[in-house]
């Protein structure tokens, strides 16, 4: 069964420093892995789409990569801002039995202080 | 504007009521799913739908069910059957199930009374 690990639980920064968040996941047969923002009382905001056969997706000051032989992936954020405090979420979706499925990390709260 | 909108934003349901979220997309979308989440839990995943008429069950489908009538429209109810419904609840769409990215609404928080 699929698990998606996410550490750390919450990560508190000053504003301007470059930080990665990790995320970890058991099973390396997956079609694809998503990261998301969530604000509080919000719903989740696609960040970025990394497929398979890709290493690595950038959209701004985020970049994101893949290696599915050791089942990890991370979100750079680079030259961090208070905009960017929410919680990330990593997830992914397998191939097998709950096929097209995203299966979800518990998530990183992020915090960017002034 | 295309996205999807969840009405209402806040539910409160008495005991024994079944009560029904609203799920709408003008993505033109195949796939749509319902997930709930829990603090300290992560999202779960109730129920999807590849293609209108046809539905399946996720992981925590017990005291749920669904309709998919319309391409556009993917209404969740929520049944007395479910003794724990207060939870935070998200609908998602994504053009193919397995390869798609998926786009997610607002969300509407249900509270038992």
């Known amino acids: 069964k699929q698990e998606v690990t996410q550490i750390p639980a919450a990560l508190s920064v000053p504003e301007g420093e470059n930080l990665v968040l990790n995320c970890s996941f058991t099973d390396s047969a997956i079609y694809n892995l998503q990261w998301f923002r969530q604000d509080p009382g919000k719903g989740l905001t696609s960040l970025l789409l990394i497929q398979s056969s890709q290493r690595e997706q950038t959209s701004g000051r985020l970049n994101a990569s893949l290696d599915k032989s050791s089942g990890r992936s991370t979100l750079y954020i680079a030259a961090s801002q208070p905009g960017d405090s929410a919680t990330y979420l990593c997830a992914v979706i397998n191939y097998g039995g709950s096929q097209g499925n995203l299966i979800f990390g518990k998530g990183t709260k992020l915090s960017v202080k002034p | 504007d295309g996205g999807i909108t969840q009405s209402p934003k806040y539910l409160f349901r008495k005991e024994g009521q079944n009560v029904t979220l609203s799920c709408e997309q003008n993505?033109?979308?195949?796939?749509m799913y319902w997930y709930r989440q829990d603090p300290g839990q992560g999202l779960r995943l109730i129920y999807y739908?590849?293609?209108?008429?046809?539905?399946q069950k996720g992981d925590i489908a017990e005291g749920y069910s669904v309709s998919r009538e319309k391409k556009e429209s993917f209404p969740l109810t929520v049944t007395s059957a479910q003794k724990n419904p207060t939870a935070f609840y998200l609908c998602a769409s994504s053009i193919a199930r397995e390869r798609g990215e998926q786009f997610f609404g607002p969300g509407t928080r249900l509270t038992v009374l």
């Open positions: 993505l033109n979308h195949d796939a």
């Open positions: 739908s590849q293609i209108v008429n046809d539905f």
